[in-house]
Every structure is written in structure tokens, then in C-alpha cells.
């Protein structure tokens, strides 16, 4: 079988649309302590979901059993990827590793596959390699195809007219014939962009996902120079308004694009959807804005909370004052690179919990922050964020908790709870918070 042309990056990366930060809180155990609710309630509660109900993570844990040589599907794994990296030294793959990277989302045409699988990494590449663990299908038709079943030219962006009628979509008919390229049995993945994100009718759209097995959406809020525009996201995405440039650029956004993904996907909650994250200056032109550490934190967990089942860097720069396709390993990403293996280190401290059901309905936040249940061995874990572009004092109630106090983790202090409600503060629209609540789960899962 000829090798087909390796994934090409149609122009730069995608884009994301509004919702939340995160914040983690898992109860636990911690030292008691009592407060007057009406002394800290910031601002009326805001109910969040009806009745409790349980619900497993999209696709259930062994997800990916079905698929030949599919990725880990043990409780303390969770996917954490870097985009189209070159592997041609152990150097390289310790380097990542030590960063909390375990798993690479194509790789360039001189890597040599071995050091990843070698080194217990997982691997999702555009060849029919066995030792992969996944089959990247494309990246972005829905952006350079369009969304239609017309006939395919066989061209990639930049090698002329893409399908046969200037006039005609094909992005459908790019991805059912490279899907033939796909070894027998092994998960088949698609990246898509604006397309899905914002273009494209809800049915389209969702048409695109139902083709693979595993989805991702790119929508770069944080330094992407048109998102913000009304054809975009500056649309309000799903509000029918205009967003100002201040809500735009939030890391709330980044979970809105898993939340649109995972709202395209049927039935719902049937399949992973994993989430994008740029980790530099992915754009060329030089004003664009370059990503903060704390926003890529932000982001990161944004996505998290919205139910992305991995994370994956973009780590390329093609603007800014360092160019480099090697963002996290160089010095290109000196600024960011301690921010980014905090961030994974805590995801994979709270792997288990992020694998575990979720629980829905049980809590009730204020206005400025969104926020979801876990429970995992007799705790139940909560991951908010905040939605205010700045500084607030956010208010959690939990319907049924016998906590007195919240450890917030990694930050060497604790919070008070009084008859299940705790306030926290939120210093800005980056702020991330995770805490541990003594208590049981009062029967729940």
C-alpha cells in the first residue's frame, strides 16, 4: 500500500468558543471548622442541574479496549499529548516525558517510532504503522474541504483546487477515503477546526464526528488575531450576541469548544472528545497575542471540566520572537514550560478522579463560576472555574455533603464548610482552584 501524504497543518491551528475555568475540588478529608453561611455568601446561588444523577465519562472507561493495540484505559492514565513532534533521539522522549507528555499526536516524517513505544509512550500518527495506538485520519477538513460529500481531488491546501467542482464541498468524502488507509482495528481520530467550532450547521457538524472514532476541536482563544470577529466566536457562541474582545479572550472559552464537540456527538456521551491547547504563538503575524503559563493552565483545565478525556499541546510557534516547532523542549518555551509540567503533574495526580463518573444535579454555585461533580472511593470531587473576567468571591453549596473543611490542594491552605457550603475566592478569569472535602457521598455512586 502506498503511504499517503503525512497530515498537513492547513494554515495554522483552529479556534475555541466560551465557557469556563477550572477548579477542581475533591473531598476527602480535612480539619473542621464552622462559619455563618449568610456571613459568606457572595451572591445568591445559582442551581446548576436537577435531581443527582450519575453519569460515567463519555465513551465509559474501557473505551478504548475495543480498538487493536488502543490506548491505556487503566483509572491512573490520562492522555496528555504534544502535536507533530520529532522524535530522533531517548533524549527527545525523556525530555517530554519529564514534562508529563504521554502520548504523541503525529510525528514527523524522521522520528523514529520505537523510542516512544520503547518508552511506554502512546502514539497516534497518520501511517499504518502497528505499533501505533491510533490512526490519525487528517487534520481540519471541515476548514479546507468544507462540509459535503462531493468528489475529492486528492490535493491538500496549497497543491490546488481541493475537490473537483470549484464550487463543491468534499470534506465528508476526504475523510471516508483516508479512513481506507486506516489499519484493520485500530482507533481512527480527526482534529477539526472553525468548521465544526462555528461554521458549519449543527447537522454538518456533526456529521464530521460521527466519522471517527476519537474528535478533537481547535479554536485558539488565547492567541488566535480573528476569533474574536462576529463570523467566529465573537458571534456569542450559542448567546446570538457579540462578545468585546475582554470575554473573548478567556480561558472560559476553551471549554465551550469541548462542550460544542461533545453536544455534536451521538448518541451523547458515546465517544471521547480530547482538547486542544497552544502552548506559544501558533499564529504568523507578530501582533498577535503569545499565551500565558497561567492561561495555558487555565485553558488546560477549561477543557477538563467540560469533559475532555485528554489534552493535547500545540507546540509550534510561526510568529512571534521565537520560531520553533519545539515549543515545550527549546528555549522557545522557557516562559511557559514550568507552568505546563505543574498543570500535567496535577493531572495525572487526579487521573483517577478525572476517569471517574461525574455527578450532575448535585450542586449549586453564584453567578461567575461553572462547575461539575465527581465521586471516586466515597468523595466526591467538583471542577469549577471561574467565568468573570476578574476578581470575585464564588459560593459552592452541595446538596448533600457532611464536610467542614476543603483542603485546596498544592496550595498549603483550607477553606471552612458549613452545612455544605464553602466560598472560595477567584482573582481572576485564569484563577484554578482544587480542593479536598471531608464527607461521604451520601449513598451516591
Known amino acids: 500500500m502506498m503511504r499517503r501524504p503525512s497530515v498537513r497543518n492547513s494554515g495554522g491551528p483552529g479556534s475555541v468558543a466560551p465557557l469556563l475555568i477550572v477548579l477542581v475540588v475533591v ?6 471548622a464552622s462559619t455563618s453561611a449568610d456571613d459568606r455568601a457572595s451572591s445568591p446561588p445559582t442551581r446548576v442541574g436537577g435531581e443527582p444523577t450519575v453519569r460515567p465519562v463519555d465513551g465509559g472507561t474501557d473505551y478504548y479496549a475495543q480498538f487493536t493495540n488502543g490506548l491505556p484505559t487503566s483509572a491512573d492514565h490520562f492522555p496528555v499529548g504534544v502535536w507533530f513532534e520529532s522524535l530522533v533521539s531517548a533524549e527527545d522522549v525523556a525530555q517530554d516525558r519529564s514534562l508529563g507528555i504521554n502520548t504523541y499526536v503525529e510525528v514527523t516524517a524522521n522520528s523514529d517510532l520505537s523510542l516512544a513505544t520503547e518508552a511506554g509512550m502512546s502514539l497516534i500518527v497518520s501511517s499504518d504503522d502497528r505499533r501505533a495506538h491510533g490512526f490519525l485520519v487528517t487534520d481540519e477538513p471541515d476548514m479546507w474541504a468544507g462540509a459535503g460529500s462531493e468528489e ?47 461554521w458549519h450547521s449543527d447537522a454538518e457538524a456533526a456529521q464530521f464526528l460521527d466519522l ?5 476541536v481547535d479554536t485558539y482563544w488565547f492567541t488566535d488575531p480573528n476569533i474574536c470577529g462576529r463570523s467566529e466566536g465573537g458571534q456569542g457562541p450559542g448567546e446570538g450576541r ?27 456521551g458515546s465517544k471521547p472528545v480530547w482538547h486542544f491547547v497552544e502552548v506559544g504563538h501558533p499564529f504568523s503575524e507578530s501582533w498577535a497575542p503569545t499565551i500565558t503559563g497561567p492561561q495555558i493552565r487555565a485553558a488546560v483545565w477549561s477543557g477538563i ?38 498543570v500535567n503533574r496535577q493531572i495525572h495526580q487526579l487521573a483517577p478522579i478525572l476517569n471517574a463518573p461525574f455527578v450532575d444535579g448535585l450542586l449549586t454555585t453564584s453567578d461567575g463560576v461553572d462547575a461539575v461533580v465527581k465521586v471516586h472511593d466515597d468523595s466526591f470531587t467538583i471542577i469549577a472555574g471561574s467565568t468573570a473576567d476578574g476578581h470575585q468571591l464564588a459560593t459552592f453549596d452541595l446538596a448533600c455533603t457532611t464536610a467542614t473543611a476543603g483542603q485546596v490542594v498544592g496550595e498549603e491552605r483550607s477553606v471552612p464548610v458549613a452545612e455544605g457550603r464553602f466560598v472560595d475566592e477567584f482573582r481572576d478569569a485564569n484563577a484554578v482552584h482544587i480542593y479536598q472535602l471531608d464527607g461521604g457521598t451520601c449513598g451516591i455512586g
Open 152 to 198: 475529492w481531488s486528492g490535493n491538500y491546501p496549497g497543491e490546488g483546487q481541493i475537490c473537483r467542482l470549484s464550487t463543491a464541498r468534499c470534506g465528508f468524502t476526504v475523510v471516508e477515503t483516508l479512513l481506507r488507509d486506516a489499519p484493520p482495528g485500530v482507533m481512527t481520530y480527526v482534529n477539526y477546526g472553525k468548521g465544526v467550532a462555528f
Open 27 to 32: 473531598l476527602a478529608s480535612c480539619e473542621a
Open 305 to 342: 471540566v467540560h469533559g475532555a478525556r485528554g489534552v493535547i499541546y500545540f507546540n509550534h510557534n510561526f510568529g512571534g520572537d521565537c520560531i520553533t516547532q519545539h515549543v515545550l523542549r527549546d528555549a522557545c518555551g522557557d516562559a511557559v514550560r514550568a507552568d505546563v509540567a505543574a
Open 212 to 216: 471517527v472514532d476519537l474528535v478533537s
Open 242 to 268: 457579540h462578545l468585546g474582545e475582554s470575554r473573548c479572550r478567556l480561558a472560559a472559552n476553551y471549554g465551550w469548544t469541548v462542550e460544542r464537540a461533545r453536544s455534536l456527538v451521538q448518541p451523547r
